[in-house]
């Protein structure tokens, strides 16, 4: 299901001082808007995460979508998963993204139960998961934070569990780096977006939001214990990846 929001026009009009982006009322209520004209093969990304989680889930054990937000990837999880008694915990720490999530998650009835929880994701426990998702929430913690989450996940896993990571990312080359920004900021052109929503979208969320390089997820995830880690999927400076214990 893709709920239906109103069109983002948040930082349409001039704004005299720009604060830091934060997941609200406003941007709750124009997300997927949002993220489909901001983030390319957003799309894609959520029915994989379907089909990977069809894959990975197994019965009797728990799937956790850490940092929900409107429940797109839970949503596409419980289409594909058909395991018995496996069941998903969603959680964010927007008020209003968590209100907005259960109404998508009630609107439809399955067999896989989900319960949506309002929290720091810092905070969950993971227990008994086959699959974890982190999509395009690990870049909004604090960079110091993201090793312990990771930690955390790893030893939550059971064996042969798959964490699904989608982030922006940054590159260590300038020329290139700054090539996929021009690349990304042309696709917002090409959703309709203007130099103005750009630049104003830009500044508000550089501030929170702390991408790393590919390799350096790919360092981290290897030396937690992960046995396989890859990107399955990038355009321009998006992607995501899996890591399997």
């Given amino acids: 299901m893709n709920p239906k929001s109103n069109p983002d026009t948040i ?28 983030v390319p093969g957003y799309s894609n990304i959520i029915s994989a995460i379907g089909m990977l989680a ?4 197994k019965p009797h054990s728990k799937v956790y979508d850490l940092g929900c937000s409107l429940g797109a ?12 008694g496996c069941s998903i915990v969603a959680v964010d720490n927007s008020p209003a993204m968590v209100e907005r999530c259960k109404l998508h998650v009630n609107a439809y009835r399955s067999d896989t139960q989900v319960e949506v929880i309002e ?25 110091q ?9 790893y030893q939550g896993l059971r064996p042969g569990g798959i964490l699904i990571i989608s982030e ?16 990304h900021h042309d696709f917002k052109r090409a959703n309709g977006y203007s130099e103005l929503e750009i630049s104003q979208k830009r500044s508000a969320i ?18 937690i214990g992960f046995s396989s880690v890859e ?3 990038q355009c321009f400076n998006f992607g995501s990846m899996f890591a399997i214990k």
Avoid: C
């Fill in 11 to 38: 930082f349409s009009a001039p704004i005299d001082k720009i604060g830091d982006f934060t997941f609200d009322e406003k941007v709750a209520e124009v997300f997927p808007d949002m993220i489909q004209r901001s």
């Fill in 206 to 223: 550089e501030n929170v939001m702390k991408p790393d390089p590919i390799h350096l997820h790919k360092e981290r995830l290897s030396n």
């Fill in 168 to 183: 922006k990312y940054v590159f260590d080359d300038p020329a290139s780096n700054d090539l996929l920004i021009e690349l």
């Fill in 119 to 143: 929290a720091d994701i810092r905070d969950i426990k993971i227990e008994d998961a086959s699959v974890v998702v982190l999509n395009f929430t690990l870049q909004f913690l604090s960079p």
């Fill in 145 to 153: 934070d993201r090793l312990a989450l990771l930690q955390r996940i």
């Fill in 73 to 84: 990837a839970t949503l596409s999880m419980r289409r594909h998963i058909q395991q018995e």
């Fill in 54 to 57: 069809e894959r990975f889930a």
């Fill in 231 to 233: 990107v399955w999927f």
